[in-house]
């Protein structure tokens, strides 16, 4: 059984930071492409950075880069994300995801739900 659960979202001023965590349990992370995804009311659910599982490089959107950090703890089965700078359209609830890859992660830039097949509940971020 493969469960994602996120936490650490909340509500915070424009140009704070928060730290997101995905505590992963049915699968090693060294043998998933782990992600962040994020979904505004009304909005599609969108790509936020990815970490491949081979050597914990990182890749991310347009709206992450520079500002955000994924990051992993394999001993600890868990995903982090690093936001900084928030700003008011970064508010959705925030998403781990992964999918089982040691070598590919699709780019968060075009990546899609149907990509990853394994899921967390999500945890709201609050941007004002």
């Known amino acids: 059984h493969v469960q994602l659960v996120e936490s650490g979202g909340d509500s915070v001023q424009a140009g704070g930071s928060l730290r997101l965590s995905c505590a992963a349990s049915?699968?090693?992370?060294?043998?998933?492409?782990m992600a962040w995804f994020r979904q505004a009311p009304g909005k599609e659910r969108e790509g936020v950075a990815a970490?491949?599982?081979?050597?914990?490089?990182?890749i991310y959107g347009d709206s992450a880069k520079g500002r955000f950090t994924i990051s992993r703890d394999a001993s600890k089965s868990t995903v982090y994300l690093r936001m900084n700078s928030l700003k008011p359209e970064d508010t959705a609830t925030y998403y781990c995801?992964?999918?089982?890859?040691?070598?590919?992660?699709?780019?968060?830039?075009?990546?899609?739900?149907?990509?990853?097949?394994?899921w967390g509940q999500g945890t709201q971020v609050t941007v004002s």
């Open positions: 995801a992964a999918t089982p890859s040691r070598y590919y992660c699709p780019p968060p830039s075009s990546a899609r739900a149907h990509d990853y097949r394994y």
């Open positions: 049915g699968l090693t992370v060294r043998r998933y492409c």
């Open positions: 970490i491949y599982s081979s050597d914990g490089s990182a």
